[in-house]
């Protein structure tokens, strides 16, 4: 059994910034591959980011290109996401998911193991 737990969403003016953080707890061992995803009412859940369990590569969807950075901490099942120049669009709940096993695609939420309980991020006009 794994835990995701996701913090640091909140409210925040447009083109302002805000950063995620996630750990993925409760398994002896092992590196996991971490994402996230995000979902506004009325939407499908929409990949966001992805890096990999050694941090070699990342991974983002086309919307936060250039404006979205995930990283990871050194041996550690702990990622961050930096949202920077954030839109009204961006106004959805953030998913962090967690990968323990397996070289699946980061694009397809069903290849992702566990799941964190979301976070709130709200971009004001």
């Known amino acids: 059994q794994v835990q995701v737990v996701e913090s640091g969403g909140g409210l925040v003016q447009a083109g302002g910034s805000l950063r995620l953080s996630c750990a993925a707890s409760?398994?002896?061992?092992?590196?996991?591959?971490m994402g996230w995803f995000r979902q506004a009412p009325g939407n499908e859940r929409e990949f966001v980011a992805h890096i990999t369990w050694n941090g070699d590569n990342t991974y983002y969807g086309d919307s936060v290109k250039g404006r979205f950075t995930i990283s990871r901490e050194n041996n550690a099942n702990t990622v961050y996401l930096q949202m920077n120049s954030l839109k009204p669009e961006d106004t959805a709940v953030y998913y962090c998911a967690a990968i323990v096993w397996g070289p699946n695609s980061p694009y397809d939420s069903r290849a992702y193991d566990y799941w964190g309980q979301g976070t709130q991020v709200t971009v004001s006009s």
């Open positions: 409760g398994r002896a061992g092992g590196r996991f591959g």
